[in-house]
């Protein structure tokens, strides 16, 4: 079957050889190359809704086209315009406030001294990211309930305060619960990368820093940071390319007539204007614009961080 | 870097605490251990609250007395849970889901990764392009939605699985282990022996990936486990729904009635707090009992997924 067993090199070899020795392979392949040419693929002609007035009893072959009409009427829309600022604005709140906890958190943990204590609180530290969005959603109306939840509960108690603070039934204390839940729910997992990559700084220039004198602080600073540093971009530029996407999970359990203004970001308004109000063409007009632009800042920042000599993603 | 991050966790833990047992204990660890104790509390002490309130009795609730202690004990909440029966059943039917999930996504993971981990297969690069691309860019949910209409998978349990079990994500890791963790040479030396690719990975490479293999299930299990949003999307019939999903619809509703400050307390009464908390306990309970024994898998595989970054 497979003549051709000197060192493989790729370049010289016919396809026919190849696939004479690697058939098996080939064979394999089909079934992913399968699944997302039709679970994946079959899905980007439907792109082509965004220049029709898609009528779903029509199908794609009976509606009209109506060329840029439709993004015309998103960015005439004030709900889009609402959901867009809604969105950057919190996913950069998210950015500035999410990105640096890990961070922070993994510096301290690769300090703590007491190796039980560490590996506890780590494990301990990692479980939000293993709870479903209902879940965080459903315990944390347990926890902020204006008169009921445990935060009120004890605070009336103790005579702090005497009505519930509206955690999560007033847009401003409801944007501030929404961004901590976040940075609570991804801060333990995300110190993981962090600390991989602190394990992979030489413990010699710890050693030569310590004799130089360097307290804690200054390893830290001198040492650590920069030793992370070529994660932290490569995260950052992941990060940004998240910035007009948000969770629908995370904000529509935790969505609820008050707080519409914040809530309704562009993650919502997809999922409102097409699958609920059937607007598809709009819905898919402006996820993909979403998704574009998220192509676009990646790449974008990917080229800056290339140009500031950092190594960059792609 | 990617040589690193095998020897890495032993090492680096070796030297830098080698490194810092020199120094005393000094305020500023205190202050860190307290930092820490203080996050963990966090993380543990609202599931505590909503653990003690699904077991005690609904007039101390009521009486707002309930804190972290139990008070009135009984598992009434929990028996209409069982009597009700269609929790019960969502419970069972996400197993069953996340059980065929799970299997098909390993099946599809190692068809892609262990053919795009030999060097030499010709045309490596383009379908390794073709099967990265759903990573970076999707069609966007309508499309996909007329698309799963036209498939005959809208509302039924297939939809929560075909189109999900291709992870790119989870390729890549199951591929930089297989390059990374097997030798070349022993493969070579099979093949030499005449074995074919399929031999050589169903006796070789398969039974020396069990680590990985259980990892990305366990990857698998819970992201299916835990997701929700294609419910949203492409799930009606009430049996069809997974239980997280379930959970988000209580929340979601009874959020919309304590939104109304002043109907707060018909709004108590009229969905017990108690049935509610024994509501999310239940939910929640599976993955906190095996969470313990799962995240050492998972904290391993996310370092070598960081790392391949």
Redesign the interface.
């Known amino acids: 079957?497979?003549k051709n067993?000197k060192p493989?090199v790729?370049a010289q070899?016919t396809?026919k050889n190849?696939f004479k020795r690697?058939w098996?392979?080939?064979l394999?392949?089909?079934?992913?190359?399968a699944?997302?040419a039709?679970?994946?693929?079959?899905?980007?002609?439907?792109?082509r809704?965004v220049f029709m007035d898609?009528n779903?009893v029509k199908g794609y072959s009976g509606s009209e086209w109506v060329g840029l009409e439709t993004f015309r009427k998103i960015f005439k829309d004030a709900d889009f315009i609402r959901a867009l600022k809604s969105s950057i604005a919190f996913n950069l709140m998210d950015l500035l406030v999410g990105f640096p906890m890990p961070i922070l958190?993994a510096l301290?943990?690769?300090?703590?001294?007491y190796?039980r204590?560490k590996k506890v609180?780590q494990?301990?530290?990692?479980?939000?990211h293993?709870?479903?969005?209902?879940?965080i959603?459903?315990?944390?109306?347990?926890?902020f309930?204006?008169?009921?939840g445990?935060v009120n509960?004890?605070l009336m108690?103790a005579g702090i305060i005497e009505q519930g603070i509206?955690f999560?039934?007033e847009k401003w204390h409801w944007a501030v619960t929404y961004l901590l839940i976040g940075v609570?729910q991804g801060?333990?997992?995300g110190t993981?990368?962090y600390?991989?990559?602190?394990?992979?700084?030489n413990?010699e220039l710890?050693?030569a820093a310590?004799i130089d004198g360097a307290n804690?602080w200054k390893r830290m600073w001198h040492i650590t940071l920069p030793g992370i540093k070529g994660?932290i971009v490569?995260l950052l530029i992941m990060n940004l390319g998240r910035v007009m996407g948000s969770n629908?999970?995370r904000l529509?359990?935790?969505?609820?007539?008050?707080v519409k203004d914040f809530q309704y970001q562009l993650a919502v308004y997809?999922?409102n204007k097409?699958?609920q109000s059937g607007k598809?063409s709009m819905?898919?007009a402006v996820?993909?614009f979403q998704?574009l632009v998220g192509?676009i800042l990646?790449l974008l920042s990917d080229r800056i961080a290339k140009m500031l000599g950092e190594d960059g993603?792609l | 870097m990617a040589k690193n991050t095998n020897t890495a966790g032993r090492d680096g833990q070796v030297s830098s605490d080698g490194s810092r047992a020199v120094n005393k204990f000094r305020i500023s660890d205190a202050l860190m251990m307290l930092f820490i104790t203080v996050l963990c509390a966090t993380c543990i002490l609202p599931f505590l609250h909503v653990a003690v309130k699904s077991i005690s009795g609904n007039s101390y609730v009521l009486a707002k007395q309930v804190y972290f202690l139990p008070k009135g004990i009984n598992f009434e909440a929990y028996g209409s849970i069982f009597r009700d029966g269609s929790l019960v059943w969502s419970m069972g039917y996400s197993v069953l889901v996340t059980l065929i999930f799970t299997v098909l996504g390993m099946l599809v993971c190692t068809c892609a990764a262990y053919p795009l981990s030999k060097k030499r297969l010709k045309g490596k690069t383009g379908i390794t392009f073709l099967l990265m691309i759903p990573m970076y860019f999707s069609a966007g949910i309508i499309p996909s939605f007329v698309l799963m209409y036209n498939l005959k998978l809208y509302d039924t349990m297939w939809v929560l699985i075909w189109p999900l079990i291709y992870s790119p994500y989870n390729m890549l890791i199951m591929k930089t282990f297989f390059q990374s963790s097997i030798p070349d040479s022993l493969e070579e030396s099979a093949f030499l022996d005449g074995a074919s690719n399929f031999q050589i990975l169903f006796k070789i490479v398969i039974p020396l990936s069990k680590p990985i293999i259980a990892t990305l299930s366990l990857f698998y299990a819970v992201g299916r486990w835990n997701a929700y949003a294609d419910n949203m999307y492409y799930i009606k019939s009430e049996n069809l729904k997974m239980a997280q999903y379930k959970l988000y619809q209580m929340v979601s509703s009874a959020s919309e009635a304590q939104s109304v400050t002043l109907s707060e307390a018909a709004a108590v009464t009229s969905t017990p707090e108690v049935l509610q908390a024994a509501f999310i306990m239940f939910v929640t309970l599976p993955i906190i009992c095996i969470y313990p024994f799962v995240q050492k898998y998972f904290v391993k595989s996310a370092m070598a997924g960081a790392v391949k970054g």
Do not use: C, H
């Open positions: 079957m497979a067993k493989p790729v070899t396809w190849a690697d098996q392979l080939y394999l392949l089909l079934f992913p190359i699944m997302v039709i679970f994946n693929y079959a899905a980007y002609p439907g792109l809704m898609y779903p958190l301290i943990l690769n300090e703590l001294r190796p204590f609180t494990t301990i530290l990692y479980l939000p293993f709870l479903s969005w209902a879940i959603g459903s315990v944390a109306y347990t926890m309930r204006p008169t009921s445990l509960m004890a108690n509206p999560l039934t609570w801060m333990g997992w993981i990368i600390l991989a990559a602190i394990t992979g700084i413990g710890y050693e310590m804690r994660t490569t629908l999970e529509t359990v935790f969505a609820n007539t008050q997809i999922y097409g699958l598809y819905s898919t996820n993909l998704s192509v990646v993603l």
